[in-house]
């Protein structure tokens, strides 16, 4: 009861505590986890108490936190009375990362100025040069009208001008680049002013702790809370030999922090937990079938629904295969992972220091060595090259991100990887290989309009042929994935019929494609095989189809 009573009092009326109770503390940060777009801070601090009602405020300087999320654990004796944000107001909030910025900031301009000022009288010297050679350009011909000047002289006036040209030039393209460097750190200084002056603050803020004593004692205060403002998303390096063993896949973590408080020596993990908050669970309704009814027209609505799709992005790489096995060099940390009942978390093995600035960081979360399938694949109806493939599964969840692919130890592009699950397959292109001849020829388009030549068909006949070729110009064998198809008919105005492939698919309608097959081919060096397409189309005089 007599808690009770005491709660009421604090939030009734606001807490009534001695003026020596009530106390800021100075606290670090000392642990972050961080979420895909927020991150949890942990701050520490040492209090010394007194017996009974202590209100301790911990200063935080983050630009947007979430008040709902704001807990204290207090380890000392006693119980928690209340917890939450107080803001104090100020006149002015001092921020010493805005006045270490505007410092910067002017000492770059006068640097600039500096530089200016120097390039303006490089070019009053070459102004001074032009106006020489343009005056011996008048005056020389009249001279040598009296007097031809001598040799020598001439000689050392054309050498002084050229070398104090070639100087002048060269010191000017040098000012040159230092300007270009100083205005983008002056833009860089700017972008990351304008990042901290979008959260300047009207008050201090700070976490208020009713901690409710037994006894004087030295207490331990650990704060919790999330900030907004900071992200993190995967970045991938997969590197694979050049003898096709197995492969590297790395993941980093792109992280960035413009929360308004650095985070200076912390213990860092991150998490791909789904944040609770605003997210329902999924309620299903009722499955009617009816038939379209008329509305009237002042009650008609329409309605539209928008899909959206992505594309796998591929890059092209020629001649790889003959590049030569990297050295071995230092591999990545490895991160400590832990696994969650709805997520996973890596915590990084040392402390990190991540400013609250518009510059990302990269850090490596961990490596694992996958061993995968390599083989040739081929669309010949979309081009003539053939591409390196390997095929790799995910031993453990991967999310969606960003991959650099390096083969031989040589970047070679970029893809996107979408989130597999443990097991599901992912396939890395690492080029195209040019010593593979690929051909697909039309070798037939007939059309029959008449029966016997004069009686005119109602509907078109249309006979279809092509071939493919694959021959295999490397000195080893090798295993080619061919795709192509056959059209499909979407109405039974239009038929295709007659269809004869030599020799036959391994697999039709492959990945669930209706008409695309796929012929698994077994090269040996130098082999040529071929493959027979025909199949007949029957459509409408009246109406040809379109897509042949």
Known sequence: ?????????VVSVGW???????????SNITEVTLFSDQALVERSCDADVRPGLNALLVEISAFAVDKDSVTARVFGQGEIISVQIRDIHLTEFPQEQVQQLEEKLRSLQRSRNILNDKKAVLSKKETFLDSLIDFSKTQLPKDVQTHFPETEKLKETIDYVGAASEKIYQEKQKLDDAIAAVNQDIDQVKRELAALRGGVQKVKQAVEVLFNASQAENIRMAIQYIVRNASWKPLYKASVPANLSDMDLTMFSHISQKTGEDWEDVKLSISNVIPLKGIRLPELSSWTLDIPRPRPAATRKSLLMKTEGGALLESEQTDTMALPAPEAAAGYAQTVQKELPLSFEYQMPY????????????????????????????????????????EVRADQELLSGQLNVY?????IGETYLSEKKPGEPFYLNLGADRA???????LKDKIKETYFGTLQRDTVVREFAYKITAENGKNQAMLLKLEDSIPVSKTDKIQVKDVKLTPAPDLRNYKDKEGVMLWNLKLSPGEKKEILIDFVVTYPADSPPFGL
């Open 351 to 390: 402390a990190v220091k991540i400013a609250s600035r518009d510059i990302s960081s990269f850090l490596p979360v961990f490596t694992k060595k996958l061993e995968g399938e390599f083989f040739f694949y081929a669309v010949p109806q979309k081009t003539g090259l053939t591409f390196l493939v390997s």
């Open 436 to 442: 593979v001849n690929l051909k697909r020829e039309k």
């Open 407 to 411: 083969f031989g130890g040589r970047y």
């Open 1 to 9: 009861m007599k808690k009770i009573l005491l709660y009421i009092l």
């Open 16 to 26: 009534v505590v001695p003026g020596n109770a009530s106390q800021f503390l100075s």
